[in-house]
C-alpha cells in the first residue's frame, strides 16, 4: 500500500535567475507542479510515494519523469503523450521572493490526462490521495480528477485537496471559485493559501475562512500563511502555529513542502484525523514548518525541497518568528 498518490500537474518552472551580459532575463529549468512538490517532500521524509499525470513526449516530460524517479516517487502512473507538449510556467521573482506567474498551457498535457488513463490500482490502494484544483481547469483531466477521488474515497483513502489557485488559468474568478468548492464536499483534509481561503469563502478572517470551509465537509483545514506560519483548524479548535526564522529566496513550492511534511508526519500517526490529538496535529504542522522553511532558502519548486536530516535539525533548533 503506498502512502500517498497524487493526481495533477507536473511541470517546469523556468524561474526567473538574474540577467545576462546583455542585460537579458535568464529563467533556470526547474522541475515543479503543486501536487508533485508536495510528493517530494512527502518522499524526502520517509514515506512511499506515486504521481500520477500526463507529460508530452518531449525533453521536458522526459526530465520530469527522471526527475520523479530520482526523488523516490513512483511513475508508473505517469502517462506519456506524443499529441500534447509538457506544460511550462514562467516564473517571476520580487525582491522578496513572491512569484508571478505566465503559463504555456494551451492545451498542456496535464489537462489531457483520461480517466482511462488512470492507475486505478494505484489508487485504490493508498492511504491518502492527494489533488490540487489545477487539474479541474480543462477536460479531461477534470472528469479524470473527479474519477480518482471516487476510486480513492471507495478504498478508504483519506482525501487530501489544495485548491490552488492561478488566475491565469482559468476563465475568470466566478468560474475558478465554483469548481474549486465543487471538490471541498469530498475532501477530508484541507491544505489553503491565506489568499486563496478569502478568494473560496468570501470571508475577511483567516478564522472564518477556515470555519466556513470545515462547514462544506472537510475535517481538518490548514491556512498557510506564509512567514506567519499557518492557521489549523478543525471543528470546535483552531490554532496559529509560527513559522521558523528564516529568510526567503523563492516561495515556489512553500505550501506543497509544508503540506507534504505535515502529510508525513500525520500518517505517522497512524490514526483516522478526527481520532488524532489536537497536540499531534500542532506537531504536524512544526513538521511542515520547517520543511516549508528550508523549502523557501532556495530557487525552484522541487530542488529546493530539503531532506529529513535538515528538517530534524531545524526542529531541534525551534528558531520561530
Avoid at 15 to 28: A, H, N, P, V
Avoid at 277 to 304: H, I, Y
Wanted: negative net charge.
Amino acid at each position: 500500500m503506498t502512502d500517498i498518490v497524487a493526481l495533477g500537474e507536473v511541470l517546469i518552472d523556468f524561474t526567473e535567475c538574474g540577467r545576462s551580459s546583455d542585460g537579458m532575463k535568464i529563467f533556470e529549468q526547474n522541475p515543479g507542479g503543486a501536487p508533485a512538490n508536495m510528493l517530494t517532500a512527502a518522499s524526502h521524509m520517509g514515506c512511499s510515494t506515486a504521481f500520477i499525470g500526463k507529460v508530452g513526449d518531449d525533453m521536458h516530460g522526459h526530465f520530469l519523469a527522471d526527475t520523479l524517479s530520482r526523488e523516490g516517487i513512483d511513475t508508473s502512473g505517469m502517462v506519456t503523450d506524443k499529441t500534447c507538449f509538457t506544460t511550462l510556467a514562467f516564473v517571476g521573482l520580487d525582491e522578496n521572493g513572491e512569484r508571478s506567474f505566465s503559463f504555456a498551457r494551451k492545451p498542456g498535457a496535464d489537462t489531457m490526462l483520461r480517466k482511462e488513463e488512470l492507475r486505478e490500482d494505484l489508487i485504490s490502494s493508498c492511504k491518502v490521495f492527494h489533488f490540487g484544483s489545477l487539474s479541474l481547469t480543462d477536460e479531461p483531466a477534470r472528469s479524470a480528477t473527479f474519477y480518482a477521488v471516487d476510486i480513492a474515497r471507495k478504498g478508504g483513502a483519506v482525501i487530501s485537496y489544495d485548491p490552488n489557485f492561478r488566475a491565469a488559468l482559468w476563465p475568470d474568478e466566478k468560474t475558478a471559485v465554483s469548481r474549486m468548492k465543487e471538490m471541498l464536499p469530498l475532501a477530508d483534509m484541507v491544505k489553503v493559501s491565506d489568499e486563496e481561503s478569502l478568494l473560496l469563502t468570501g470571508c475577511t478572517s483567516y478564522e472564518e475562512a477556515a470555519d466556513s470551509i470545515l462547514s462544506m465537509g472537510p475535517s481538518f483545514v490548514a491556512v498557510t500563511l506564509g512567514s506567519r506560519g499557518v492557521l489549523i483548524s478543525r471543528k470546535g479548535t483552531k490554532e496559529y502555529i509560527d513559522a521558523f526564522k528564516t529568510e526567503s529566496v523563492d516561495t515556489t513550492g512553500a505550501g506543497d513542502s509544508f503540506w507534504g511534511g505535515f502529510m508525513s508526519s500525520f500518517l505517522s500517526l497512524k490514526v483516522p484525523v478526527d481520532d488524532a490529538s489536537w497536540e499531534d496535529l500542532k506537531k504536524c504542522a512544526v513538521t511542515g514548518n520547517a520543511v516549508a522553511a528550508l523549502c523557501v532558502q532556495k530557487r525552484g519548486g522541487m530542488p529546493s525541497i530539503p531532506l529529513k536530516e535538515e528538517v530534524v535539525s531545524l526542529l531541534s533548533k525551534e528558531e520561530y518568528v
